[in-house]
T-cell receptor, first 114, second 113 residues
Framework: AQSVTQPDIHITVSEGASLELRCNYSYGATPYLFWYVQSPGQGLQLLLKYFSGDTLVQGIKGFEAEFKRSQSSFNLRKPSVHWSDAAEYFCAVGANNAGNMLTFGGGTRLMVKP | NAGVTQTPKFQVLKTGQSMTLQCAQDMNHEYMSWYRQDPGMGLRLIHYSVGAGITDQGEVPNGYNVSRSTTEDFPLRLLSAAPSQTSVYFC????????????FGPGTRLLVL
């Protein structure tokens, strides 16, 4: 069975600083990997996804993520954080079967200091 | 397109009561899912459907029932609410499985007393 670990429950960064959110996954085959963002009181919005090919993927709002098979990681990065990036971020792995099951990590809550 | 819609936005139940959480999508997606979100646990899959008339269990199905009579609608029924079912419930839909993007509704916040 697949699993996802987000080691950092809370992260606080200053506005303008760089950001890296960690994600480690466990899956037997080539994974489908996703990052979603959830603003307070809202549903989830897809930031980016990885299926194959180039291991560095670009997403919306200036985010990018790098797939590292050897480390089973899919870390999310942003070079310069804006106050509006404060939200909860979820990493997820998708199964390549008829169930379309997404397994989510526990989430990382990002706070941005002015 | 309205996307994925959920009703109600907020509900309070007493232990033992039943209710149905509604979910609808207007994107002609075959796949629909229900997740519950609890602090520190991310989202966990309750039930899912790969098309009208076909449903299956996810990770945490106990206490919940679903049916899929149309492509558009995927209601989630709580048969006899328990305090452990206090959570935020999200419905999602997608064209297919695996690598397809799932589109989430705004959620239903449920409190069971």
């Amino acid at each position: 069975a697949q699993s996802v670990t987000q080691p950092d429950i809370h992260i606080t960064v200053s506005e303008g600083a760089s950001l890296e959110l960690r994600c480690n996954y466990s899956y037997g085959a080539t994974p489908y990997l996703f990052w979603y963002v959830q603003s307070p009181g809202q549903g989830l919005q897809l930031l980016l996804k990885y299926f194959s090919g180039d291991t560095l993927v670009q997403g919306i709002k200036g985010f990018e993520a790098e797939f590292k098979r050897s480390q089973s990681s899919f870390n999310l990065r942003k070079p310069s954080v804006h106050w509006s990036d404060a939200a909860e971020y979820f990493c997820a792995v998708g199964a390549n079967n008829a169930g379309n099951m997404l397994t989510f990590g526990g989430g990382t809550r990002l706070m941005v200091k002015p | 397109n309205a996307g994925v819609t959920q009703t109600p936005k907020f509900q309070v139940l007493k232990t033992g009561q039943s209710m149905t959480l509604q979910c609808a999508q207007d994107m002609n997606h075959e796949y629909m899912s229900w997740y519950r979100q609890d602090p520190g646990m991310g989202l966990r899959l309750i039930h899912y459907s790969v098309g009208a008339g076909i449903t299956d269990q996810g990770e945490v199905p106990n206490g919940y029932n679903v049916s899929r009579s149309t492509t558009e609608d995927f209601p989630l029924r709580l048969l006899s609410a328990a305090p452990s079912q206090t959570s935020v419930y999200f419905c999602a839909s997608s064209y297919s499985h695996g690598k397809e993007t799932q589109y989430f509704g705004p959620g239903t916040r449920l409190l069971v007393l």
